[in-house]
Antibody
Framework: QVQLQESGPGLMKPSQTLSLTCTVSGGSISSGPYYWSWIRQHPGKGLEWIGYIFYTGNTYYNPSLKSRVTISVDTSKKQFSLKLSSVTAADTAVYYC????????????WGQGTLVTVSS | SYVLTQPPSVSVAPGQTARITCGGNNIGSKSVHWYQQKPGQAPVLVVYDDSDRPSGVPERFSGSNSGNTATLTISRVEAGDEADYHCQVWDSSSDHVIFGGGTKLTVL
């Protein structure tokens, strides 16, 4: 059974670039059709899809974040990563890495989530 | 952009049936997925493709989708079902993945 684990800083300052890594175990990151995804949840709020990288390497980004987001994959390390530039307090959230699948994209595996706080 | 609307909260007594709605323009033409999220935990998929259940999800959880409303139905509600429930679709026309705002289910 696939497992995902986020890693990265928990506290950041405004204007910095957030970098998170998700390590995948128990399954292949280069086989498909899987969408390796990042999803966030602001405190007390709903879920927000940040974007995904398809197993073919194609990417999709939420239009509201597209100018600041990059998702990449390192198949040799079985990791995929999120970079979010120019963070502000509004980017304070729990960030989840996840695996989505299916022709109509649903998430069938989640990481435990990591809280990122942006504060000066 | 496509918007999914959920009621902020739903309350139900144990043993009764809970219905959580997810509204969207012609949502019946899309596939809707539902997630259960308990406090401090990651979400868990409970229904996909409108009405299919992943392995291990009780039959008490079911889904339907027609017109402008999708519904997650939880029969014989138990205390352990108390959680937030999120609906989600993939909008193929825009390639956008969209979540509803979430509904807090309270078991009285």
């Amino acid at each position: 059974q696939v497992q995902l684990q986020e890693s990265g800083p928990g506290l950041m300052k405004p204007s910095q670039t957030l970098s998170l890594t998700c390590t995948v175990s128990g399954g292949s990151i280069s086989s498909g059709p899987y969408y390796w995804s990042w999803i966030r949840q602001h405190p007390g709020k709903g879920l927000e899809w940040i974007g995904y990288i398809f197993y073919t390497g194609n990417t999709y980004y939420n239009p509201s974040l597209k100018s600041r987001v990059t998702i990449s994959v390192d198949t040799s390390k079985k990791q995929f990563s999120l970079k979010l530039s120019s963070v502000t307090a509004a980017d304070t959230a729990v960030y989840y890495c996840a695996r989505a699948s299916g022709g109509r994209i649903w998430v069938d595996a989640w990481g435990q989530g990591t809280l990122v706080t942006v504060s000066s | 952009s496509y918007v999914l609307t959920q009621p902020p909260s739903v309350s139900v007594a144990p043993g009764q049936t809970a219905r959580i709605t997810c509204g969207g323009n012609n949502i019946g033409s899309k596939s809707v997925h539902w997630y259960q999220q308990k406090p401090g935990q990651a979400p868990v998929l409970v229904v996909y493709d409108d009405s299919d259940r992943p392995s291990g999800v009780p039959e008490r959880f079911s889904g339907s989708n027609s017109g402008n409303t999708a519904t997650l139905t939880i029969s014989r509600v138990e205390a352990g079902d108390e959680a937030d429930y999120h609906c989600q679709v993939w909008d193929s026309s825009s390639d956008h993945v969209i979540f509803g705002g979430g509904t807090k289910l309270t078991v009285l």
